[in-house]
């Protein structure tokens, strides 16, 4: 079983949609969590970390819940320039960055 | 401030030919990683370095493959000798707090082995 596991999609939504994207960790020892951004054919960069007490940047929101062990970020208002690949991360103390395949959006206009 | 730096860009081999990919992570940056991805199984960890001393290797597929870290500036990942399935984009990335912190990537080598 895959450390970090996520819905390839793809989701394709139209333009000013709300689109939440959800992620299961399996190692419960799990201690950072990050969501990143892949752009075609681009090397993945950091969207945003996650923190235990939720946090939002911009139209972003990004949730943690460790009893259930699950990662998601939510995006309103879509953009067309939103569409990518969206790739769910855990980190442990080990240092190991664990990757989920991703997850792929489509804005539609 | 340059960020990570892998060579070649892209590479296109024959089977059975030895593939050298090369990375310079960011000055400061004391863990460095090597991932492939493919469509198939995403970004998948191969091996990471802290302080250029290997930790954990257990995702590399095969003795084919080796990395080496010979100093805070540099490392490769050999493949010797090559297959089609290798094809991939390999990324290395790094950072300065190992799993707790972002990590950069650099813009990947997109490898294709006929």
């Known amino acids: 079983r895959k450390e970090v596991e996520q819905d390839p999609g793809p989701f394709n939504v139209p333009e000013g949609a709300t689109v939440a994207f959800n992620c299961t960790y399996s190692?419960?020892?799990?201690?950072?969590f990050f969501w990143y951004r892949q752009d075609c054919r681009k090397e993945p960069k950091l969207l945003m970390s996650?923190?235990?007490s939720g946090n939002e940047d911009g139209r972003f929101t990004a949730q943690l819940n460790r009893a259930s062990q699950y990662i998601s970020l939510l995006i309103r208002d879509s953009k067309l320039s939103d569409s990518a690949t969206y790739l769910c991360?855990?980190?442990?103390?080990?240092?190991?960055?664990?990757f989920g395949t991703g997850t792929r959006l489509t804005v539609i206009p | 401030d340059a960020g990570v730096i892998q060579s070649p860009r892209h590479e296109v081999t024959e089977m059975g030919q030895e593939v050298t990919l090369r990375c310079k992570p960011i000055?400061?940056?004391?863990?460095l990683f090597w991932y492939r991805q493919t469509m198939m199984r995403g970004l998948e960890l191969l091996i990471y370095?802290?302080?250029?001393?290997?930790?954990?290797d257990s995702g590399m597929p095969e003795d084919r493959f080796s990395a080496k870290m010979p100093n805070a500036s540099f490392s490769t990942l050999k493949i010797q000798p090559s297959e089609p399935r290798d094809s991939a984009v390999y990324f290395c990335?790094?950072?300065?707090?190992?799993?707790?912190?972002?990590?950069?990537f650099g813009q990947g080598t997109r490898l294709t082995v006929v």
């Open positions: 990335a790094s950072s300065n707090a190992g799993g707790r912190t972002e990590a950069f």
């Open positions: 190692n419960s020892a799990s201690q950072s």
């Open positions: 996650v923190y235990s």
């Open positions: 991360v855990g980190g442990n103390w080990a240092n190991n960055l664990f």
């Open positions: 000055s400061g940056h004391d863990y």
């Open positions: 370095f802290n302080n250029n001393v290997p930790i954990d």
